[in-house]
């Protein structure tokens, strides 16, 4: 069955006038990777890892994004993270998780264990696309964003934020974009209010507070209270 069989099959007949029940959102992890722009580029300020989808995937065709995706059934268990960082994320998520919507978990996991599930996806994406294994503790829990619930395809997706050293060069090798690239946060925004990329309104909103920061340093050390933004019936992703 492909996806977009499953998802119109996930749609359950509504009664006249009632809107369709929502599929289930899949959860997702998204890793903004950040570095400071060297001086000798002519300015200063942050700088992302991007990539450009190409435009034949099922969802987000033709966006910019970070690198991540799905959370799979490899990234349920063998987790080996330090118990501090575990718990530090843990906490981090403590207001996520999808309202309910009929579908009951088969096997319910504890905080500590969803958190552990979400740090090892992040970390198997980045590796896949871009070559990089990161430290556990290089992943600092961003935001939540949650596609609206009328949409045929949906994520509940957790966005991490990690700063590279110097020595760490992420690669493209993933062939869901079709080329990867460093560029300032703010160059970005600026192509696309002139209509030259497509970003989702996450990763406009992400970049857009990534633009109040002066360096990678302090964005990694600001103090989050992660609230869950659920997209609501009627609105869009771009």
Do not use: C
Request: overall charge negative; charged content about 20%; glycine content about 8%.
């Amino acid at each position: 069955m492909t996806d977009a069989d499953n998802n119109s099959g996930g749609f359950l007949a509504p009664e006249p006038g009632e809107p369709a029940a929502p599929v289930e959102a899949r959860l997702a992890a998204s890793v903004i990777l950040v570095r400071d722009r060297a001086e000798s580029a002519g300015s200063t300020g942050l700088e992302v890892f991007i990539q450009h989808r190409v435009s034949t995937m099922d969802f987000a065709a033709g966006m910019v994004v970070f690198p991540g995706g799905r959370v799979d059934a490899v990234d349920s268990g063998g987790w080996d993270f330090p118990a501090a960082v575990v718990q530090l994320h843990a906490k981090a998520w403590h207001r996520t998780g999808e309202p309910a919507t009929g579908a009951i978990p088969v096997h319910p996991i504890s905080p500590e264990d969803a958190a552990s599930r979400l740090l090892a996806a992040a970390r198997r994406e980045v590796f896949e696309e871009t070559g990089l294994l990161l430290d556990a503790d290089a992943l600092v829990p961003w935001a939540n964003w949650v596609t609206p619930p009328d949409q045929p395809k949906r994520f509940d997706t957790y966005f991490f934020l990690a700063a590279l050293s110097p020595d760490q060069e992420p690669r493209h090798q993933t062939t869901e974009a079709s080329t990867s690239q460093w560029m300032p946060v703010a160059d970005i925004l600026s192509a696309e209010s002139a209509g030259t990329l497509r970003l989702m309104r996450p990763t406009k909103f992400l970049l857009e507070e990534l633009l109040t920061f002066g360096s990678a340093a302090a964005a990694m050390a600001a103090v989050r209270d992660i609230v869950p933004v659920r997209g609501p019936r009627g609105s869009s992703l771009t």
